[in-house]
């Protein structure tokens, strides 16, 4: 009797043993799974981060740009129109600046 009650309680072992591993296995394949799913959210999450950010950064470097064309389109309005007032007087800054220009170049 002891020995078919050993016998009981060695396959009732078994079959635990058995499902534990069965358990084991399938909340291994659940935490993997979730794990894929969390990083390729993190990654989709960080690439319309970074897809912002550029956009972003685009926009002000157009900006930029756009203010800095306006300050030298004015710059050349604003020289142009000095010129204009005095011709001759432009004339010659720019012989004496040649000239200036000219000796720095020879030494």
Do not use: W
Not at 10 to 19: F, H, I, S, T
Not at 50 to 63: F, H, I, M, P, S
Not at 98 to 105: D, N, P, Q, S
């Amino acid at each position: 009797m002891e020995k078919q009650t050993a016998n009981d309680d060695y396959a009732r072992v078994k079959e635990d043993l058995q499902l534990l591993r069965e358990d084991l296995a399938s909340l291994t394949k659940t935490v993997t799974d979730s794990q894929k799913s969390s990083a390729n959210h993190l990654k989709d999450e960080i690439s319309r981060e970074t897809r912002a950010v550029l956009d972003q950064l685009r926009k002000r470097g157009d900006a930029a740009l756009a203010r800095a064309t306006e300050a030298g389109s004015q710059g050349v309005e604003s020289v142009e129109h000095k010129i204009e007032e005095r011709p001759f007087l432009s004339i010659i800054l720019m012989f004496l600046a040649g000239i200036v220009v000219g000796k720095m170049l020879d030494r």
